[in-house]
């Protein structure tokens, strides 16, 4: 039986390269065992098997990705990146690239949604998204899609703008409005959960569903719920 050896060793053996560049290769999906991409520089290869580098192999720290989720109404919030595999990518991502196992490697979630509302979920391994979107969170806005039913009481959508309170506060000014005889649209920044039933309820209104279609000035747009695409690089919160 052939001898196995470290993927790593043989990609230095191959391109004459530091450990660190053998490994930075590898986990960068440029590196094929028989013909399949293998990103872990630890999987054993044998000498029968062919090895082989792509030519437009650039070592070095990956870049930071950041991915847009169309979580599924009733799919946990915990266990939405889950559904980020390769078959579940958009079939119209513009961004050109491979999608790596290195890419869900520490994801940062900058917000949540209740378990039974979909729309856009934001998953970042750059620290400087992290930041404006988690530390910077009051600052940005979200646009959200409330289905509803009951009997709106009298000045309720005046109420739903400014007038109601949360946890004993009073809540700042909000955008709401009617988008049809039953949906509301609210923009609102960073709302914590529950906070959108809640203010129904205030109202004489219960949540039937909902969808968060905007984050900031990025649009859920036109994908599809179980769907992933990446950020492009020209796109901005």
């Not at 650039?58 to 390769?86: C, F, N, R, Y």
Request: net charge neutral; proline share 5%; hydrophobic share 40%.
């Amino acid at each position: 039986m052939p001898e196995s050896v470290r993927l790593a060793k043989r990609v230095i053996e191959l391109n004459a390269c530091s450990r660190s560049e053998a490994e930075q290769t590898i986990a960068g999906g440029w590196v094929s065992v028989d013909g399949v991409i293998v990103e872990d520089p630890g999987a054993h290869v044998t000498s029968d098997q062919v090895v082989a580098i792509s030519p437009d192999a650039k070592p070095g720290v990956l870049e930071p990705m950041t991915i847009l989720l169309h979580k599924p109404a009733g799919v946990i919030t915990d266990d939405a990146m889950q559904l980020i595999t390769a078959a579940s990518r958009a079939a119209d991502d513009r961004r050109a690239t491979t999608f790596l196992k290195y890419h869900l490697r520490n994801l940062t979630l900058t917000d949540r949604l209740e378990d039974y509302a979909s729309g856009l979920l934001v998953y970042t391994q750059d620290f400087r998204i992290a930041r404006k979107l988690v530390d910077d969170a009051a600052k940005t806005e979200h646009e959200i899609v409330v289905e509803v039913q009951g009997d709106l009481i009298d000045d309720g959508l005046k109420l739903l703008n400014y007038g109601l309170k949360f946890n004993k506060r009073e809540l700042p000014p909000i955008k709401v409005s009617w988008q049809n005889e039953t949906r509301l649209r609210f923009a609102l920044k960073t709302p914590p959960r529950g906070l959108i039933a809640h203010m129904c309820e205030q109202v004489g209104l219960q949540v039937v569903s909902m969808k968060r279609i905007r984050i900031g000035r990025l649009p859920l747009s036109s994908l599809q719920a179980g769907q992933w695409r990446y950020l492009l690089g020209y796109e901005r919160f």
